[in-house]
């Protein structure tokens, strides 16, 4: 305010001349460093969309005070008029688009990953359009075909609908924002409407002859930069909220807007084409522009689409394994167990094909079931049963290898598929299982009430017949195994007992199917800690 205040003193003081001049563009270069330094500094503890906002805003106020600079270097150094079309126009209209960006970042909002990836492409593309639009628009009548009139019309016009956009965006958000966010878009928007005012007050005076660099023009026009600098100190210290579901599908239409721009290419490039009024000079600068920009747009598209399908590609692969685990334990169920089971048994043979190590050939299912798991549900209720069902699995899981996976067959009732292993050692997995189910009480009240579970197994290997491994199919050994579940559970559980073929037997085969009921085998029981 203080430098407000100079430039009010010098415009009343001071006579119209160099040194008026002098002082009136330091001053004003001054009052849009002080914003400048503001948004850049709030960057700096920022994360995420709030800190691309506050550099997005930093950057238009340092495109706006390089434009200053160019005033500066006419003005006092050269010392003569600055031209009517320079190319400091261009900074003094593209300082706007990354203030209008930052605004359509939605700042006070925390998106989802994919709402932000997807979200900062739509918005490249649209600053691509604007942009786009100066050069078509302005640029061509100020470098290909000099025409000021056109130039000055189409600047104005330009000028006057990225200032509109700028205030309908700040009054969108308004409506949806509360509290500090909504103070601070509402500063936001007053700075815009009063900068704006006292920007047409400098035109107006300039048409009419009665500006001069000094003036008391330059009075409001410094103070709103002092409004803007209110508004960086508002918006210190804010924090976004994470973004609705709803807020999430309202953002959309910055994609929808974005898909209407590239398709807007091609038709502005057929009517540039149509242009007999136009010198052919603009009309091929214009073609060359859009034929550029629609490159430019379409690898910003490619890059859209390229992520959309890498992140459909991880939501159908969350999806996925979401459908092969057990919603309970975590564990996998048996839909993982069907997808998966054909290419472990594909392994093992090759592995025997091969003539690979003996142990590390093998595949061996363990059934593991939880004994008098009934009598917890019974008397202690279901969420206390599925509690020690979640730490079972979890005591399972610490006792098996990472190559071997274990599978909630049912109920109270696990599938552990070893792989690559030795059936001469599968024993030795069957007790450290049983070791880990029983080793210590369960938790089955808050009040710290617990119990102790053992479990019983049954295990089989395959293939069943090392001699002839295409003989007998995977399911039959497991049908084997549930044999030998069975088996441990009628000879007092708590144990594990492996069913294994017996040399001298042979298998028979009913109607072209393997007939396990009349299977030559023999049980190995395996004792288990006694609980």
């Known amino acids: 305010m203080c430098l407000t205040l100079c430039q009010a003193l010098a415009s009343v003081f001071l006579p119209r001349g160099y040194v008026l001049t002098t002082v009136s563009d330091v001053l004003c270069a001054l009052m849009m460093l002080a914003p400048l330094a503001a948004f850049a500094s709030n960057a700096i503890p920022a994360e995420g969309r709030m800190r691309a906002f506050w550099i997005l805003q930093a950057f238009g106020w340092l495109m706006w005070l390089a434009d200053q600079g160019v005033w500066i270097a006419y003005d006092i150094v050269l010392r003569k008029p600055l031209p009517e079309a320079t190319a400091a126009d261009a900074l003094l209209f593209l300082a706007g688009v990354p203030m209008l960006a930052g605004l359509l970042l939605r700042p006070h909002l925390q998106p989802s990953e994919r709402s932000a990836r997807l979200g900062m492409m739509d918005f490249s593309l649209l600053m691509v359009w604007w942009i786009y639009f100066y050069v078509y628009l302005v640029f061509s009548w100020q470098y290909i075909s000099v025409n000021l009139p056109l130039y000055n019309r189409n600047y104005d016009y330009l000028y006057d609908v990225e200032l509109a956009v700028l205030v309908i965006v700040l009054l969108a958000v308004l409506k949806y924002t509360r509290g500090a966010w909504r103070r601070f878009y509402a500063y936001y928007l007053g700075a815009v409407v ?123 692969e969350v999806l996925q394994d979401a459908s092969m685990t057990d919603p309970l334990t975590g564990v996998r169920n048996r839909r993982f167990f069907t997808a998966t089971i054909e290419g472990d048994v594909a392994k093992t043979l090759r592995a025997y094909a091969d003539g690979h190590e003996p142990t590390t050939r ?67 997995l069957a007790l450290r299982v049983m070791e880990a189910v029983g080793e210590r009480p369960y938790n089955v009240r808050m009040d710290g009430e617990s119990i102790r579970r053992t479990c019983s197994v049954g295990w089989a290997a395959f293939p069943w017949l090392e001699q002839r491994v295409d003989e007998i199919g995977h399911e039959e050994v497991l049908n084997l195994a549930d044999r030998g579940l069975q088996q441990a559970k009628s000879t007092g559980k708590n144990r594990a007992v492996g069913m294994i073929a017996s040399r001298e037997g042979t298998t028979q085969v009913v109607s072209g199917l393997v007939d396990i009921s009349r299977m030559p085998v023999s049980a190995l029981a395996v004792a288990g800690p006694k609980a």
């Open 194 to 316: 009063f900068n704006s005012a006292a920007f047409i007050l400098q035109n107006r005076a300039i048409e009419q002859g009665t500006y001069y660099n000094g003036s008391w023009y330059d009075t409001p026009y410094l103070a709103s930069f002092a409004i803007f600098m209110v508004v960086a100190m508002k918006g210190q210290g804010l924090k976004p909220r994470p973004e609705t579901e709803a807020e999430e599908k309202r953002g959309s239409w910055m994609a929808r807007l974005a898909m209407l721009a590239v398709l807007s290419l091609p038709v502005i490039a057929v009517s540039a084409v149509l242009d007999h009024h136009s010198p052919f000079d603009v009309v091929r600068f214009r073609v060359i522009a859009t034929v550029v920009t629609m490159f430019v747009m379409a690898a910003l598209v490619f890059m859209k689409q390229h992520r959309l399908h890498e992140q459909l590609k991880q939501s159908n």
């Open 362 to 428: 093998d595949l061996v299912f363990y059934l593991v079931d939880a004994d008098d798991f009934k009598e917890v549900n019974d008397r202690y209720g279901h969420d206390a049963g599925d509690r020690v069902l979640v730490e079972m699995s979890r005591r399972i899981s610490s006792a098996i290898r990472n190559s071997d996976v274990l599978v909630r067959w049912g109920g109270e009732e696990f599938l552990i598929v070893s792989r690559y292993t030795d059936r001469r050692e599968a024993e030795i």
